[in-house]
C-alpha cells in the first residue's frame, strides 16, 4: 500500500531557524537514517519525499461554482505549514508508522492513496 507523509508542524521541536548549526547537521541526519531504514527493510520503498518552502510562499487554489480563485498562503484550512513530504510503499501502517519514530518528532499526517487499476 501507498501512504502520502505529510510533515505538517514542528511538534515538539523548535523552528528550524532557532536550531543550532550542529541541531540542524542532527536533525537532518535523522531523515538520513530515515531513508537508510526504508531501504533495509523488506517490503517498504522510499518513493519520493521533498521539503517545501515556506508556506508564506504556497498558493492556495480554489475552485467555486465553476470560477478558479488563487490567493497566497498558507495551506487550506491549516494553522501549521507543510514542511516536507514522502511517498512510502510500506506493507502496512504498522511499518510506516515504526519507520517513521526516526524522524523529528514532528506532526505528522498519514494518508493513504487511492489505487486506480
Do not use: N
Not at 18 to 40: I, K, L, P, W, Y
Not at 78 to 84: K, P, Q, V
Request: aromatic share 6%; glycine share 10%; net charge negative.
Amino acid at each position: 500500500m501507498r501512504y502520502l507523509v505529510l510533515l505538517v508542524g514542528d511538534g515538539e521541536v523548535k523552528p528550524w531557524s532557532e536550531h543550532t548549526e550542529e541541531e540542524q547537521e542532527a536533525a537532518m541526519g535523522r531523515f538520513v537514517t530515515f531513508d537508510a531504514a526504508c531501504s533495509e527493510r523488506d517490503g517498504v520503498e522510499l518513493l519520493a519525499g521533498e521539503a517545501l518552502g515556506d508556506p508564506r510562499d504556497a498558493t492556495v487554489m480554489r475552485t467555486r461554482a465553476g470560477t478558479v480563485e488563487l490567493s497566497d498562503g498558507p495551506y487550506a484550512e491549516a494553522i501549521e505549514g507543510m514542511g516536507g513530504f514522502y511517498l512510502v510503499e510500506a506493507p502496512d501502517l504498522d511499518v510506516l508508522v515504526e519507520l517513521l519514530r526516526v524522524l523529528p518528532p514532528y506532526d505528522i499526517q498519514i494518508h493513504p492513496t487511492v489505487e486506480v487499476t
